[in-house]
Nanobody, 111 residues
Framework: QVQLVESGGGSVQAGESLRLSCEIT????????GAWYRQAPGKPRELVAK???????DYADSVKGRFSLRRDSTKSKLDLVMNALEPSDTAVYYC?????RGQGTQVTVSQ
């Protein structure tokens, strides 16, 4: 059974950085294409960043220049590197790959 396990969330001050990790487990499958979403309380889910099979990356306007996707050489992890965090980045972050979705990890950014 394919599972995605996220880690790396936490509480930070504005301007600091976090690295979220999404690892595929329980399968010989690799992450060929995937995405990170986030959902803040009372707001709809938002696509933060996505990577295609060919490796191209797209980012939400709100995170361009601050966030970046990194896939490891074994293609079993898809990380979201988040720099210059802002309070508006506070949300639960989820990774997806195919039909699988992780359990989510909380990111809280305070002033």
């Amino acid at each position: 059974q394919v599972q995605l396990v996220e880690s790396g969330g936490g509480s930070v001050q504005a301007g600091e950085s976090l690295r979220l990790s999404c690892e595929i487990t329980g399968s010989l499958f690799t992450i060929l294409a995937g995405a990170w979403y986030r959902q803040a309380p009372g707001k709809p889910r938002e696509l933060v960043a996505k990577m295609s099979v060919g490796g191209s990356r797209d980012y939400a306007d709100s995170v361009k220049g601050r966030f970046s996707l990194r896939r490891d050489s074994t293609k079993s992890k898809l990380d979201l590197v988040m720099n210059a965090l802002e309070p508006s980045d506070t949300a639960v972050y989820y990774c997806t790959a195919g039909s699988a979705r992780g359990q989510g990890t909380q990111v809280t950014v305070s002033q």
